[in-house]
C-alpha cells in the first residue's frame, strides 16, 4: 500500500510527525556529509528530511512516485518538486551525486528496477543514502503512521538488495526507538526512549538509515522493456476543425 502525499503530509503535521522527523532528520544530515557543490535528489516522501540541503547542494530536486502525488517544495520560492514513474526518471545518466530516498523503496512493486534505475543516474563515486522501515520493529507493525506501509526490510536484506546492484554500504544508522503512539507522556520522553533502545540493541529501532557508494560497474544490467502496440483512435483532426469553421460561419 502506498500511502498518499495528503496522508504524508497530515501525518508530518502531527505532533508524532514532528517528533519522527526531527529524530530522523539528525541522522540524514550526518550521513549526507558535505553537500557543497553537490546534486542532491530525494525520492518519495523526502522533503521533510530535506531543507538543510537548499542552501549547501549545487542543484535540489524533489521526485514524487505518481501513484503517492505531489506537493509543491520548498513553500517559498519555486518548486523543486517534480512528479514521475521512479522506475524510469526524466534524468540522463549520472546526473545526481546523493540520492535521499524515504518512503520510497518500500512502496516500489519492482524494488530491484528501482535499484537499476538509482544506478543509471548516480555519478561516479556517488551516493544513495537509504531510510526503510525495520522489518521487526514496532513501527513496521503498526499501519497508522508512514513507516507501517510497504515492504519493510531486515538490515541484511537490505544490505544484499544494495551490494547485488553495485552500491557498497559505508554507514549505517539506527532511529525511531521511541514508540509510534501519539500519547504526551510518550512525546515528552522521546530523548529518554531513545537513549534506551540504543542500550537494548538496534532491533528496537523504527528505521534504518544506510549510506551507500556506487561502484563503477553494474552487477546486473538493467531489463531490455518488451515493445508494445498500443492502438490508436481513427481521429479525423481535419472534419473537427470543419466543424468549428462552420460554426463561425453561421455564427
Known sequence: MTSDVTRLIAYYRS???RISRALVREHVMTLAGDLRGKRVMGLGFATPYMRFAL????????????RQGASAWPREGPS?????DPLEMPLTDSAIDLTIAVHALEHVADAEELMRELWRITAPNGHLLLVVPRRRGIWAQRDDNPFGQGNPYSAGQLEKLLRDHSFVPEAWRDALFVPPVQMSLVLRSTRLFERLGRLLGPAMSGVICVRARKEAFPAIPRRKRAERFVRLPGLSTATARQAEAGQSGSA
Open 15 to 17: 505532533p508524532l510527525g
Open 55 to 66: 542552501e549547501r547542494a549545487e542543484r535540489v530536486l524533489a521526485f514524487m512516485p505518481a
Open 80 to 84: 523543486h518538486t517534480v512528479l514521475c
